[in-house]
C-alpha cells in the first residue's frame, strides 16, 4: 500500500536520477485551465524508466476541479498521466512534459461516480520501441484497466496510452519560403516541428504546449511588437528555461548583445541558418 512517506521517498530517488523533476511536478500541482476552472492538484504515484534516446518520468495525478466563479457550484475529480522526458546525459536541458486527456472519475453533484476506477491510483510505465513509452493506470497488483470493461460515460476512454516521446521544435518566420525550407531540413530529425508566422501564433503556439526549442525571426511585421527581441522580453518573464535561438540579417553588434541579456541563447545570421540549423537542434534538444 502507498503512503505519502513512501511516495516522497520515490519522488527524491527519482530527482536523483533526473533533477529537476521534484521542482516540475510542484510546478504542475496548481493552476487554471483557461475556462475560469481551477484546480489543486496532487501526484499520486511517480515511475521511471528509459528510452532510446530518454530519461522519461511519469506520474499518476487527480485534481479537485472547481468552478473560480461559482465556489458553491460543481466540482469535479479528475485523474491523468503526465510524462516528463529529456535526452539521457543532459542535465543541462528543460524537461519536456506531455499529459494524457483528463478523465472525470467523480463529481460533487454524484451524477458521475466510476468507482470501478478508484483502485486505478499507481501509474506504469514501459519502454517500447525506439523512443515509445506506454503509459497506463494500475491497481495495487500492477494490473491495468481491463479491456473489456468500458467506462460508462461518453467521454471515456481506457487510461492506457502510447505515445511517441519526441520534442516540438517551433518556428517563427513571417516568410513563408524559409519556414518551408526549415522544416524540410529538420525532418530527417526525431522531433515535432510547428512553424508560425507572427508572434500572436507564436505566442499561442507556446502556451498551448511548450516547445523545446524556439527558432524565431526577429523582424515579422511592422513595430516592436512583431520582432522576435519582443516575443523574448513577454517570454522570459515566465520561463527561463527554454532554449530560444534569434534570425537576423541585420542586426548590429550592440543589438545582438541587447537579445542575449534578453535571453537569447543565441543570434544566428539568418543568411546562414539553414547550414547549421540541424545541428543547433541536436544541440539544444539532445536527440
Not at 518551408?180 to 529538420?186: F, P, W
Not at 504546449?209 to 527581441?229: C, F, V
Request: with cysteine.
Amino acid at each position: 500500500m502507498k503512503t505519502e512517506k513512501n511516495l516522497q521517498e520515490k519522488i527524491a530517488d527519482m530527482e536523483q536520477r533526473v533533477p529537476g523533476i521534484e521542482a516540475e511536478l510542484e510546478r504542475s500541482n496548481h493552476g487554471n485551465d483557461g475556462r475560469g476552472w481551477g484546480q489543486s492538484g496532487w501526484v499520486q504515484d511517480v515511475v521511471y524508466a528509459e528510452t532510446l534516446d530518454f530519461q522519461v518520468v511519469a506520474a499518476k495525478w487527480e485534481a479537485h476541479h472547481w468552478d473560480m466563479d461559482n465556489w458553491g457550484g460543481t466540482v469535479e475529480w479528475i485523474e491523468w498521466l503526465s510524462v516528463h522526458f529529456r535526452a539521457k546525459e543532459r542535465t543541462d536541458l528543460p524537461l519536456l512534459d506531455r499529459y494524457t486527456k483528463k478523465i472525470t472519475t467523480r463529481n460533487g453533484d454524484a451524477k458521475l461516480d466510476v468507482q470501478q476506477l478508484w483502485p486505478y491510483d499507481f501509474v506504469s510505465l514501459t519502454s517500447l520501441e525506439g523512443n515509445q513509452v506506454k503509459a497506463s493506470w494500475v491497481n495495487e497488483k500492477g494490473e491495468e484497466y481491463p479491456e473489456k470493461d468500458q467506462l460508462p460515460y461518453w467521454s471515456s476512454q481506457r487510461p492506457v496510452y502510447v505515445l511517441e516521446l519526441k520534442p516540438k521544435i517551433l518556428i517563427a518566420d513571417d516568410d513563408p519560403e524559409m519556414r518551408t525550407a526549415l522544416t524540410q531540413i529538420l525532418k530527417s530529425i526525431p522531433c515535432n516541428i510547428e512553424a508560425v508566422s507572427n508572434v500572436p501564433e507564436l505566442f499561442k503556439k507556446w502556451n498551448t504546449e511548450l516547445p523545446a526549442l524556439l527558432i524565431t525571426d526577429n523582424r515579422m511585421g511592422k513595430g516592436e511588437e512583431n520582432t522576435g527581441m519582443y516575443a523574448i522580453q513577454q517570454l522570459r518573464k515566465d520561463n527561463k528555461e527554454t532554449p530560444i535561438l534569434l534570425m537576423s540579417s541585420f542586426m548590429t553588434q550592440d543589438e545582438k548583445e541587447e537579445a542575449l541579456r534578453q535571453g537569447a541563447n543565441e543570434v544566428l545570421d539568418k543568411l546562414g541558418i539553414q547550414r547549421v540549423v540541424r545541428d543547433k537542434v541536436k544541440q539544444y534538444t539532445g536527440v
